[in-house]
């Protein structure tokens, strides 16, 4: 799955606002659900993608269970996706990359 996928980045959203938490705090969940509207899921697949999220944070992290249940999640629809929140989305992937040498430097 590529990580530029609108469903790996929600989903990459959603494990760091669960990190540390059995499940996202509802204050970052009802955030993750407005971000996938705009992106163009519907609720439900918006809320599917939190949910697989959070088994993935107790897993430890998003990984290749994960990234086969996101592929199950139909895309949204062409057209979704604006300029704005491609830069987030790119921003937001930056912020992830950060946070994971960051976890890594702490760790060794």
Known sequence: MARTDARWLLA???????????????????????????????????????????????????????????????HPPSGANSNLSMWLSLIIAALVVIAGVIGAIRFL
Request: charged letters at 20%; one cysteine or more.
């Open 12 to 74: 990459t959203r959603a494990v760091l606002f669960a990190s540390g938490h059995p499940c996202v705090p509802s204050q970052h969940r009802d955030r993750l659900l407005e971000s996938a509207a705009r992106r163009g899921f519907a609720p439900i697949h918006g809320a599917a993608i939190i949910a697989i999220a959070e088994q993935a944070a107790l897993r430890g992290g998003l990984d290749r269970t994960a990234a086969d249940q996101l592929r199950e999640i139909p």
